[in-house]
């Protein structure tokens, strides 16, 4: 079984019906979902504010190609729309295919610029390691190290004081 993290966003519309949406869509494959986070915006601060979460899944015959063909069919299904002029603009829904790996645990890498895993960016971004750490406390971002180790060193020590954790809002259902 091929196992993938998955970062979802939105601050566009009814957030959380976006993500909520999302994890209907991935029902079929998810293994654990994490807390929401309400967060600023990233890389461009005119915007409002995001709920982030992250999902694990989980699938025997899903490649990195099917995680994001899953992610880009949420995106769609959301409505969203990519402005080229704003690449960290405002959005119904994001979802990031952040990092894969095999059925024995082993990381793929790519540099597809498609898909590059893992992720580019994930290691700078606090919205998607901490809740990624709500699922897995112990989790190493493949190529950067453990999460817990990110998040207490600069840059994201200081960024994790502006997510907000929402116990209010809960985005999977049973």
Do not use: K
């Amino acid at each position: 079984m091929t196992r993938a993290v998955l970062s979802l966003g939105s601050n566009l519309g009814d957030r959380l019906a976006h993500l909520r949406m999302a994890v209907a869509g991935l029902r079929d494959v998810l293994l654990v979902a994490s807390g929401v986070y309400e967060t600023p915006p990233w890389g461009d601060p005119d915007q409002p504010a995001y709920l982030n979460a992250v999902l694990l899944v989980g699938d025997g015959a899903a490649g990195p190609r099917d995680w994001l063909d899953r992610a880009r069919a949420a995106e769609t299904a959301a409505g969203r729309v990519r402005d080229p002029e704003r690449r960290f603009g405002p959005r119904s829904l994001d979802v990031d295919v952040v990092a894969v790996w095999t059925a024995e645990g082993e990381p793929l890498v790519s540099d597809d610029p498609e898909l590059t895993l893992p992720h580019p960016r994930a290691h700078l971004r606090a919205f998607v390691l901490r809740p990624w750490i709500d699922i897995q406390p112990y989790g190493r971002l493949p190529g950067h190290g453990w999460l817990t180790d990110l998040l207490t060193a600069e840059p994201l020590a200081s960024d994790v004081l502006d997510l907000r954790p929402r116990p209010d809002l809960r985005i999977e259902s049973n």
